[in-house]
């Protein structure tokens, strides 16, 4: 696995390790500390009761600087611990270790998409699990968005002159990398951005500053009593201050349920924000999303940081020993109006800035994957017509063991190659590593080819299209339905459609296989899409025979040896000669031999 970016993450990984251990023995003596200075300060209480103030609050702020310390100790032991993570990841991903690990985004596939569940856009061992190195939930929704939806070639083109200009970066991504869990469950940027620019709910300031007043006041009564004054006061206040929490209570909660949990969340975005408001790009697609985040309000990242520090504060109320000063204080409520003033002046931005933290987190991503396959090349965007040329491309997700092979439709190639071959010998995997490729060019990242050349296009698969006993759909009708879901985006497309149709019609007679599939693929070709369909009945390639040269007949091969079948899965001009389906159920042990 030696290269020099498994090098580098190894170098790093090594340091990144010695860091951790070191703050883990520093966090063990503070912790002890910590302990010492506690237990005295409950001995001395305990002992002399409350009679000496200076020496207990003397003990209590010097546990309070020992206590902070702590805090920015740990907050140091968990950076070092996550980078350490970081390089971890990416080490298992070069050594193709990835699948299962990480996030499979199936929450992102949609029912029907024609193409992300033939191609493996989605799930374990997936295009998304093995790119979505993103720090936030709106950073992977932007992903998933990219691999569902290609680009325009103006947008594509923006895309790859940031990707190359991020990609060298390994600092920005560790950086990235050692706020927030990426594993964590995160709250849906969704609820946020409608929370940002939903109606006030709260009353206007008499309100507020009564909420204020009322507070104000019970606490002086409270400090009355204490130096020997009446209780009455500070009930009767205490009671107020009730009622008041009480009625404002519904209109508190809509303001606060949005945001309540979302301290942590805010806190990555703050720290996403920063880091691209700090850098200097070239690219005009990350000058632009850097724009996006300044404001006449200063930059984006201070204003949310204000946004969750009034989030993390409001999130102590749920402690132990804060809750009754917390009632006391009114501290629900008055964050609360706090919060709304805060959604007052910057809701309407936000959601702009949660679009630009998202992209840029989403770049960052796609700039990793670049960083650690420095073979891919960016693919070229040529103007129509519908073409594609691709040499040595291979599977993105297969690792070493991946085959290499040229593909060229449209343009002067033929619009349509017949793809034949036996059982096992690879034209499924050769289909989705066509597809998954022009995924990633529409998106704007790197294929995993020698050469890759292609115009703007949409793509339709029919690879792995299953029965519904919900649906009442057989295994053939959903074929169908597919099919026609293919003809009409290449109608509706002008033609920019690339098809990947493997074993076509393969659920009905042969008589009916080779009429209906010479009737669909004409009808796409006519619409001036180009694809491949894959077959391993004979008769089908008789189809490229008569359209020359508007298609053509291509083969994967195998050679039966010894018992067992061997695959080189190199792609071979014309049509296959021989089938393996019997020698396949002889090498396990059936007995298909004629009696």
């Known amino acids: 696995m030696s290269s020099p970016i498994a090098d580098e993450f190894q170098s790093r990984l090594s340091a990144r390790r010695e860091t951790l251990a070191r703050m883990e023995r520093r966090n063990i003596r503070v912790a002890g500390v910590r302990l010492v200075l506690g237990l005295t300060g409950v001995g001395l209480l305990i002992w002399l009761g409350l009679a000496p103030w200076k020496t207990l609050a003397a003990l209590v702020a010097l546990f309070a600087v020992v206590a902070v310390g702590h805090g920015r100790l740990i907050n140091a032991r968990d950076?070092?611990?996550?980078?350490?993570?970081?390089?971890?990841?990416?080490?298992?991903?070069?050594?193709?270790?990835?699948?299962?690990?990480?996030?499979?985004?199936?929450?992102?596939?949609?029912?029907?998409?024609?193409?992300?569940?033939?191609?493996?856009?989605?799930?374990?061992?997936?295009?998304?699990?093995?790119?979505?190195?993103?720090?936030?939930?709106?950073?992977?929704?932007?992903l998933a968005r990219w691999m569902l939806a290609p680009a325009t070639p103006d947008v594509l083109l923006a895309r790859q002159a940031a990707v190359r200009e991020l990609a060298p970066d390994l600092d920005l991504r560790e950086r990235l990398a050692v706020h927030?869990?990426?594993?964590?469950?995160?709250?849906?940027?969704?609820?946020?951005?409608?929370?940002?620019?939903?109606?006030?709910?709260?009353?206007?300031?008499?309100?507020?500053?009564?909420?204020?007043?009322?507070?104000?006041?019970?606490?002086?009564?409270?400090?009355?009593?204490?130096?020997?004054?009446?209780?009455?006061?500070?009930?009767?206040?205490?009671v107020a201050q009730g009622l008041l929490a009480l009625a404002l209570r519904p209109r508190v909660l809509r303001v606060t349920e949005a945001v309540d949990s979302a301290s942590r969340d805010l806190d990555v975005f703050v720290e996403v924000a920063r880091l691209?408001?700090?850098?200097?790009?070239?690219?005009?697609?990350?000058?632009?999303?850097?724009?996006?985040?300044?404001?006449?309000?200063?930059?984006?990242?201070?204003?949310?940081?204000?946004?969750?520090?009034?989030v993390t504060m409001l999130a102590s109320r749920s402690n132990v020993i804060f809750a009754p000063i917390a009632g006391m204080l009114m501290w629900t409520t008055q964050l609360a109006f706090?919060?709304?003033?805060?959604?007052?002046?910057?809701?309407?931005?936000?959601?702009?800035?949660?679009?630009?933290?998202?992209?840029?987190?989403?770049?960052?991503?796609?700039?990793?994957?670049?960083?650690?396959?420095?073979?891919?090349?960016?693919?070229?965007?040529?103007?129509?017509?519908?073409?594609?040329?691709?040499?040595?491309l291979a599977h993105p997700l297969l690792g070493d063991i991946a085959v290499a092979n040229t593909v060229r439709v449209g343009g002067v190639a033929p619009s349509l190659l017949i793809v034949s071959g036996s059982n096992m010998s690879g034209k499924s995997t050769f289909l989705r590593a066509i597809?998954?490729?022009?995924?990633?060019?529409?998106?704007?990242?790197?294929?995993?080819?020698?050469?890759?050349?292609?115009?703007?296009?949409?793509?339709?698969?029919?690879?792995?299209?299953?029965?519904?006993?919900?649906?009442?759909?057989?295994?053939?009708?959903?074929?169908?339905?597919?099919?026609?879901?293919?003809?009409?985006?290449?109608?509706?497309?002008?033609g920019a459609t690339l098809f990947l149709l493997d074993e076509v019609l393969s659920g009905t007679n042969s008589h009916d296989r080779r009429q209906g599939a010479e009737g669909l693929l004409r009808g796409l070709i006519g619409f001036g899409a180009v694809g491949l369909a894959t077959t391993h009945d004979l008769a089908l390639g008789?189809?490229?025979?008569?359209?020359?040269?508007?298609?053509?007949?291509?083969?994967?091969?195998?050679?039966?040896?010894?018992?067992?079948?061997?695959?080189?899965?190199?792609?071979?001009?014309?049509?296959?000669?021989?089938?393996?389906?019997l020698a396949l159920m002889r090498s396990i042990g059936l007995d298909v031999d004629p009696a």
Request: proline letters at 5%.
């Open 338 to 392: 706090a919060i709304e003033r805060w959604r007052a002046r910057h809701g309407a931005e936000v959601p702009g800035w949660l679009d630009a933290v998202a992209e840029f987190d989403a770049l960052c991503a796609v700039a990793g994957y670049t960083a650690e396959h420095p073979a891919h090349v960016f693919p070229a965007v040529t103007p129509p017509p519908t073409r594609l040329e691709a040499a040595d």
């Open 435 to 494: 597809g998954l490729n022009v995924v990633l060019a529409q998106m704007g990242a790197p294929v995993r080819a020698a050469s890759f050349s292609f115009s703007p296009m949409s793509v339709g698969a029919s690879i792995r299209v299953l029965d519904s006993l919900q649906e009442g759909h057989s295994r053939f009708y959903a074929e169908i339905l597919r099919l026609k879901h293919i003809v009409d985006l290449a109608r509706t497309k002008g």
């Open 79 to 142: 950076r070092a611990r996550s980078a350490a993570q970081y390089y971890e990841r990416g080490l298992a991903r070069l050594r193709h270790d990835w699948p299962g690990k990480g996030d499979a985004g199936d929450r992102f596939l949609p029912a029907h998409h024609l193409y992300a569940a033939d191609l493996d856009v989605f799930g374990r061992g997936s295009l998304f699990e093995l790119m979505a190195t993103c720090r936030t939930e709106a950073g992977r929704a932007t």
């Open 276 to 310: 691209l408001e700090r850098r200097r790009d070239t690219s005009p697609l990350l000058q632009a999303l850097r724009g996006r985040l300044a404001t006449d309000s200063g930059a984006a990242s201070s204003s949310i940081a204000r946004l969750s520090q009034l």
């Open 180 to 238: 927030g869990d990426q594993m964590r469950a995160a709250v849906d940027p969704a609820v946020i951005g409608a929370w940002a620019v939903m109606a006030g709910t709260l009353p206007g300031r008499a309100i507020e500053a009564l909420a204020r007043v009322v507070t104000l006041a019970n606490l002086g009564a409270l400090i009355w009593w204490r130096q020997g004054g009446p209780i009455a006061p500070f009930l009767a206040l205490l």
């Open 542 to 581: 008789d189809i490229a025979d008569g359209w020359s040269p508007q298609a053509s007949n291509v083969h994967f091969a195998d050679k039966f040896d010894g018992g067992s079948l061997a695959f080189d899965y190199v792609l071979r001009e014309g049509p296959v000669k021989t089938s393996n389906a």
